[in-house]
């Protein structure tokens, strides 16, 4: 067929608009209209085609951006989620209780616990008394009658045998001063050599040409060191008892009495290394001073408690060095402390040290947990009381070390609680409805779990770190009356009188019996320390020496008439 041909098609015809089923009409298409109508045909369907595809195409992106939108609308509300749990945080911290004790309803979900008893004294319950200070001095006061007569007839009343007897207690606070005089003698012999005119030698001087005495610098110490009173304070109220010191006398005298205390602080230090348990801390303390290569004025006060000693360092840094620096020379042993990476650097390092991680701050993480998320607060109360649970149990088990019998029962007991703890742990990190905040905790718990169970084989080591976290609350209490140092020996003078003042409470020692007496030996050594410490140490004491500074201060002698 030609170009020109025609193509015909039969059709139905019409009559007047109307339809003629059976009449067959011929329609003629030439081979050009028929192409033109054929390639029509064909793009309409490629156009449907691509529309379908198109739409196709468009549903997928929709479904993507629809997913996209949810995972940024569950990130949000995680964020959301997040910021809210910092700000209950934040808010507890400054306005919530100090203490991590919750009360019952906030323990048991369901709030039927018994409430806790009350504290102080019960009515109805029989007191103690009145406490009886009978150690101390007694100064009698007789009180009498002005007219010990009848007011009636005017007759005097008789003596009746004995008194009607009742205490007072009361203090005397009072500088005074020392007059010295130093008694001259002459010669009388004619002995070649001898001097003309011969004085006793002068009284012993804590600081060379110093006009202020042992008593006055041992109150001082202690009232800074000891009970974290700010030095302007207490000049006021010395100042009260008309005894005037200028800030720059005491900050001139106390850096004169840095150097005393430093043999002291090396016995301290290898007495520390000596041993083969510690606990270990560190706090926040500030020095107004500047340093070459630090910025800001925050330094860490560190704290590594041994058995029988206590010993403070004062760092600009919160690095791994402290540590090592103060166990690394030790023979090894086990490290009590939080889970700061510091300390588990210290343990990387010298294989010879164990860490034995503190359950206090374990159980810390449920409470900031339940805190920041109060839809997980049942659930994070339930391990505290699991961890509640441990204690109780290690303690059942510490108050029968005598009888292996019920040692071992309760031994057992312990380990059995262990393993269902480790069981559970494992059985809610493999539920994967556990929401992320829950599951961070116990990983950690899970990262943990070898220095957290230290305790259940060596029953020496505490469950806690309580007894760094107690070395710590003086310093944190001075801090808060006065800022820290304002250079860097105040900043070590403070360090080593925490050092000796916490170990001479672990030894149950008088804080102003011992320094009042190490103070005097100092004078009596031409303001230098002692050759001999041994008679200050407490672990070379001999009993006598050791009571006699657990007693009460010796009281000065009284004044002397200087009329």
Request: proline share 6%; glycine share 6%; hydrophobic share 40%.
């Amino acid at each position: 067929m030609d170009s020109g041909s025609d193509i015909t098609c039969a059709g139905s015809a019409t009559s007047k608009g109307k339809l003629t089923p059976f009449a067959q009409v011929m329609v003629t298409l030439t081979k050009e209209e028929h192409i033109r109508l054929r390639w029509e045909a064909n793009s309409w369907k490629s156009q449907h085609q691509q529309a379908l595809a198109r739409m196709e195409q468009l549903k997928a992106e929709h479904r993507l951006a629809m997913e996209q939108a949810a995972q940024r609308e569950a990130a949000l509300r995680s964020e959301l989620e997040k910021a809210e749990g910092k700000i209950r945080d934040l808010q507890k911290r400054l306005f919530g209780r100090k203490s991590e004790r919750s009360s019952s309803a906030e323990t048991s979900p369901a709030g039927d616990a018994k409430s806790p008893q009350p504290r102080g004294h019960r009515p109805g319950a029989a007191g103690h008394g009145r406490t009886l200070a009978s150690h101390l001095p007694t100064q009698v006061e007789t009180i009498e009658l002005d007219c010990p007569h009848c007011p009636d007839c005017g007759l005097g009343y008789a003596d009746f045998p004995g008194t009607e007897d009742s205490e007072i207690l009361e203090i005397d606070v009072k500088p005074y001063r020392r007059v010295i005089r130093r008694r001259r003698y002459r010669r009388t012999c004619q002995c070649p050599g001898a001097p003309g005119i011969l004085t006793a030698p002068p009284p012993a001087r804590l600081i060379p040409r110093g006009k202020y005495g042992v008593s006055i610098w041992v109150h001082l110490l202690l009232s800074k060191f000891s009970y974290g009173q700010p030095t302007h304070r207490l000049l006021r109220d010395w100042s009260d008892y008309e005894l005037t010191l200028s800030p720059g006398t005491v900050t001139g005298g106390l850096r004169a009495l840095a150097p005393l205390f430093e043999p002291l602080e090396e016995v301290l230090l290898c007495r520390l290394q000596s041993e083969n348990r510690w606990h270990a801390d560190e706090t926040r303390w500030m020095m107004f001073v500047e340093s070459e290569g630090k910025i800001g004025h925050r330094w860490y006060l560190w704290v590594f408690h041994g058995e029988s000693v206590v010993h403070f360092v004062l760092d600009p840094t919160r690095s791994a060095q402290v540590p090592i620096g103060e166990l690394s020379n030790s023979k090894g042993g086990i490290l009590v402390c939080d889970r700061y990476s510091a300390y588990k650097k210290l343990a990387r390092l010298f294989k010879n040290i164990i860490l034995a991680f503190c359950w206090a701050h374990q159980r810390r993480d449920f409470i900031e947990l339940a805190n920041a998320h109060p839809d997980l607060s049942g659930w994070a109360f339930s391990w505290v009381e699991r961890i509640g649970e441990l204690y109780h149990l290690n303690e059942e088990r510490l108050a029968v070390r005598a009888d292996p019998l019920q040692w071992t029962e309760r031994d057992e007991r312990l380990r059995q609680a262990i393993a269902q703890m480790a069981t559970q742990r494992e059985a809610e990190l493999a539920n994967p409805a556990l929401k992320a905040p829950a599951r961070k905790v116990l990983q950690s718990m899970q990262k943990h779990w070898s220095g957290l169970t230290v305790f259940v084989d060596r029953p020496e080591v505490p469950m806690d770190n309580n007894v760094a976290e107690r070395d710590q609350r003086t310093p944190v209490v001075a801090r808060k009356n006065y800022p820290g140092s304002g250079s860097q020996w105040s900043g070590v003078l403070a360090a080593m009188m925490f050092s000796l003042l916490m170990t001479m409470r672990l030894w149950g020692i008088n804080f102003r019996t011992w320094l009042t007496a190490y103070l005097e030996a100092c004078a009596a050594n031409g303001g230098r320390p002692p050759a001999n410490l041994s008679a200050f140490l407490p672990w070379t004491m001999d009993a006598e020496r050791l009571a006699q500074m657990r007693g009460a201060a010796v009281d000065q002698a009284d004044p002397i008439d200087s009329s």
